[in-house]
């Protein structure tokens, strides 16, 4: 099996644990976010007018294989870097926990 840029053996994948990892991506709060807005929009026309502020994101789910903690969150950091969020103007954060099998 190859992971990332090396291969894995079969030795390797009975210490892999399987992760849970949550992603988090939204705007930077200087970038303007009319989805937001037509969310507060739409619950102020629904009498919800105590909401003063709406921010719009994605929410990802991810399942992976790793060691450690450690090696899983330099994967998703990079995954979040070259895909997963647009770092110009999104931000990120995740958590990550163990699968109990």
């Known amino acids: 099996m190859i ?3 090396r291969i894995v053996t ?3 994948a009975k210490t892999q644990q399987t992760w ?3 992603v ?3 705007l930077k709060p200087a970038v303007n976010d009319p989805q937001g807005l037509a969310i ?3 619950l102020h026309m629904l009498g919800y ?3 003063e502020d ?3 994101g994605k929410y990802m789910q991810l399942h992976l294989t790793g060691a450690d903690q450690s090696a899983v969150e330099a994967r998703v950091t990079e995954m979040c870097e070259q895909l997963l ?3 110009v103007i999104e931000s990120y954060r995740f958590d990550v926990r163990p699968v109990s099998e």
Do not use: I, K
Request: proline share 0%.
């Open 3 to 5: 992971e990332g840029n």
């Open 10 to 12: 079969a030795t390797d």
């Open 20 to 22: 849970l990892v949550e």
């Open 24 to 26: 988090f991506v939204s």
């Open 40 to 42: 507060r929009d739409g």
């Open 49 to 51: 007018d105590e909401v």
């Open 54 to 56: 709406v921010r719009a």
């Open 85 to 87: 969020a647009n770092t």
